[in-house]
């Protein structure tokens, strides 16, 4: 993962937002590369979700259509939507290093308790938190390791009088750490010229609520009918305690959500389709089938508006420090009519649908497929990193073509005898149609290294023979083979591989 971070910094990809400012603890900014990149994303979503939707059950083409609601929305939507009083995550401070942490991400270690011993606290996940632990526990009790009896349990399991022998994570003397409470996640803001709780709103936690807001509009203006879904993609804001594990766990992030509303009698159907339509999705983007799982959620872990019948799935992924475990990647959630229903309660507006053919009119049930951008980028960055000593670079990114930043580069072997005004007109006509790159500089070795790191899939080289044979070198980004193909079909080429 470090060499991963590493690239991206250094091949802009992703940087610390405000960085010259020593950065702030959550927050990310796309460079050029990682742009392009989390924009094909995006792209091949739409496309494949709304534009040109899947096929459903029944054979026929299903009807989606887009929305791009507001960030900041009445504070009312969100006491209907039990954000205001159930969004909230139990945290701890530290009063000495004034640290804040998710007390269900902290593990302590420790011996038997026997109300007298030290334990040691880290965040889970963190292997050198772990190894501090493990350092300073050993030098207290005057034991390695290996003759040690101690075990590793969560913080959130221990008795409220035990937290005094508890160490914090960043600091050496016990007792530091105060008791859970419970922190509501909402960034609050204020709206107009008065700060006060009257002015007093929310940035949106997640986009989902827009669409519930929107549905009689979208009923009314475009003609659609149940089943039918609407789609959204858009930024959301979660202050999170302890933001971790690059831009997985981020303050603010992107997502990918589908509000699916269909007949109760139909629900499980519906949800059944979306899994496997999901599953599928993030294999097409190139994340393969044995790092990806489906997982049914326990019923501990439902969250406040999920159906009991068919529950909720996650689409997980194997990031590498989850690994061996997974990580969520996007949830299927089975919604019921909780959130029109709400809203209609707390609007006083009729949100219900009229079914023609049924003859009935009731609130549809909704089935969310909803993706964490931000986290779909990390995960294709996982998957692309693909270690190789024997190239210059060492590493490359074996994106899919659709969703490589850079699809193609043209090079001139060298600065002259005609081959850079043979590569610009080539150049220039393929950056009509892609994003292309176009490097005279160095050895042909670097450049191909440069492309190798930033996943172009294929190289077009002009050399001496080209001025002869009116053709150019093809190098591939995978298999490092080169081939020779006519100029004049290049265009073709890369269009047919890039469909």
């Given at each position: 993962?470090?060499?991963?971070?590493?690239?991206?910094?250094?091949?802009?990809?992703?940087?610390?937002?405000?960085?010259?400012?020593?950065?702030?603890?959550?927050?990310?900014?796309?460079?050029?590369?990682?742009?392009?990149?989390?924009?094909?994303?995006?792209?091949?979503?739409?496309?494949?979700?709304?534009?040109?939707?899947?096929?459903?059950?029944?054979?026929?083409?299903?009807?989606?259509?887009?929305?791009?609601?507001?960030?900041?929305?009445?504070?009312?939507?969100?006491?209907?939507?039990?954000?205001?009083?159930?969004?909230?995550?139990?945290?701890?401070?530290?009063?000495?290093?004034?640290?804040?942490?998710?007390?269900d991400h902290l593990m302590v270690l420790g011996g038997e308790d026997t109300g007298e011993?030290?334990?040691?606290?880290?965040?889970?996940?963190?292997?050198?938190?772990?190894?501090?632990?493990?350092?300073?526990?050993?030098?207290?009790?005057?034991?390695?390791?290996?003759?040690?009896?101690?075990?590793?349990?969560?913080?959130?399991?221990?008795?409220?009088?035990?937290?005094?022998?508890?160490?914090?994570?960043?600091?050496?003397?016990?007792?530091?750490?105060t008791e859970p409470r419970q922190f509501n996640l909402m960034f609050k803001t204020f709206?107009?010229?008065?700060?006060?709780?009257?002015?007093?709103?929310?940035?949106?936690?997640?986009?989902?609520?827009?669409?519930?807001?929107?549905?009689?509009?979208?009923?009314?203006?475009?003609?659609?009918?149940?089943?039918?879904?609407?789609?959204?993609?858009?930024?959301?804001?979660?202050?999170?305690?302890?933001?971790?594990?690059?831009?997985?766990?981020?303050?603010?992030?992107?997502?990918?959500?589908?509000?699916?509303?269909?007949?109760?009698?139909?629900?499980?159907?519906?949800?059944?389709?979306?899994?496997?339509?999901?599953?599928?999705?993030?294999?097409?983007?190139?994340?393969?089938?044995?790092?990806?799982?489906?997982?049914?959620?326990?019923?501990?872990?439902?969250?406040?508006?999920?159906?009991?019948?068919?529950?909720?799935?996650?689409?997980?992924?194997?990031?590498?420090?989850?690994?061996?475990?997974?990580?969520?990647?996007?949830?299927?959630?089975?919604?019921?009519?909780?959130?029109?229903?709400?809203?209609?309660?707390?609007?006083?507006?009729?949100?219900?649908?009229?079914?023609?053919?049924?003859?009935?009119?009731?609130?549809?049930?909704?089935?969310?497929?909803?993706?964490?951008?931000?986290?779909?980028?990390?995960?294709?960055?996982?998957?692309?990193?693909?270690?190789?000593?024997?190239?210059?670079?060492?590493?490359?990114?074996?994106?899919?073509?659709?969703?490589?930043?850079?699809?193609?580069?043209?090079?001139?072997?060298?600065?002259?005898?005609?081959?850079?005004?043979?590569?610009?007109?080539?150049?220039?006509?393929?950056?009509?149609?892609?994003?292309?790159?176009y490097d005279a500089k160095q050895s042909i070795g670097k450049r191909y290294a440069r492309?190798?790191?930033?996943?172009?899939?294929?190289?077009?080289?002009?050399?001496?023979?080209?001025?002869?044979?009116?053709?150019?070198?093809?190098?591939?980004?995978?298999?490092?083979?080169?081939?020779?193909?006519?100029?004049?079909?290049?265009?073709?080429?890369?269009?047919?591989?890039?469909?």
């Amino acid at each position: 993962m470090d060499d991963l971070v590493a690239l991206c910094k250094r091949r802009g990809f992703i940087y610390p937002a405000s960085e010259i400012y020593g950065g702030l603890n959550g927050f990310w900014d796309y460079g050029p590369l990682g742009t392009e990149l989390k924009n094909n994303i995006r792209d091949a979503w739409w496309h494949d979700m709304v534009r040109c939707p899947p096929i459903g059950p029944d054979g026929e083409p299903i009807s989606i259509v887009g929305l791009d609601s507001s960030i900041i929305q009445n504070p009312r939507v969100w006491e209907a939507s039990g954000h205001v009083d159930g969004f909230n995550d139990p945290m701890v401070d530290c009063r000495e290093t004034k640290s804040r942490y998710r007390a269900d991400h902290l593990m302590v270690l420790g011996g038997e308790d026997t109300g007298e011993r030290r334990l040691y606290a880290y965040l889970a996940g963190d292997d050198e938190g772990r190894d501090r632990a493990v350092k300073l526990l050993g030098k207290y009790e005057k034991v390695s390791a290996e003759e040690a009896d101690w075990t590793d349990r969560p913080l959130v399991d221990l008795p409220a009088a035990a937290l005094e022998r508890v160490v914090g994570p960043d600091t050496k003397e016990p007792g530091s750490l105060t008791e859970p409470r419970q922190f509501n996640l909402m960034f609050k803001t204020f709206v107009g010229a008065l700060q006060s709780e009257d002015s007093a709103a929310y940035l949106r936690p997640e986009t989902a609520q827009g669409i519930f807001l929107n549905f009689n509009n979208v009923v009314d203006t475009m003609r659609v009918k149940v089943p039918f879904g609407i789609a959204q993609v858009g930024k959301a804001f979660r202050n999170e305690v302890t933001p971790r594990n690059y831009i997985f766990r981020s303050r603010e992030f992107e997502q990918m959500e589908i509000e699916w509303f269909c007949h109760e009698s139909e629900a499980a159907t519906w949800f059944d389709f979306w899994c496997e339509t999901r599953r599928k999705w993030w294999e097409s983007m190139g994340l393969t089938s044995d790092s990806v799982q489906m997982r049914r959620h326990d019923a501990d872990e439902l969250a406040h508006y999920a159906k009991e019948g068919c529950g909720t799935f996650d689409v997980e992924y194997r990031f590498p420090f989850t690994s061996p475990d997974f990580g969520e990647l996007e949830g299927v959630a089975h919604r019921g009519n909780y959130d029109l229903s709400r809203h209609m309660e707390f609007s006083k507006k009729k949100l219900e649908y009229f079914d023609q053919p049924r003859n009935e009119r009731y609130l549809p049930h909704v089935i969310e497929p909803s993706a964490g951008l931000s986290r779909g980028t990390l995960a294709i960055l996982c998957e692309a990193f693909t270690p190789d000593e024997a190239r210059a670079s060492k590493v490359y990114m074996k994106f899919q073509p659709r969703v490589a930043p850079i699809k193609a580069a043209v090079f001139p072997l060298v600065n002259k005898d005609g081959m850079p005004e043979i590569a610009g007109k080539l150049y220039e006509t393929l950056r009509q149609r892609w994003p292309i790159q176009y490097d005279a500089k160095q050895s042909i070795g670097k450049r191909y290294a440069r492309m190798d790191e930033a996943g172009c899939p294929w190289c077009f080289t002009v050399d001496s023979d080209t001025v002869n044979d009116q053709a150019v070198t093809v190098r591939d980004r995978d298999s490092l083979s080169q081939d020779r193909l006519a100029i004049d079909q290049v265009e073709n080429w890369l269009a047919d591989r890039l469909k």
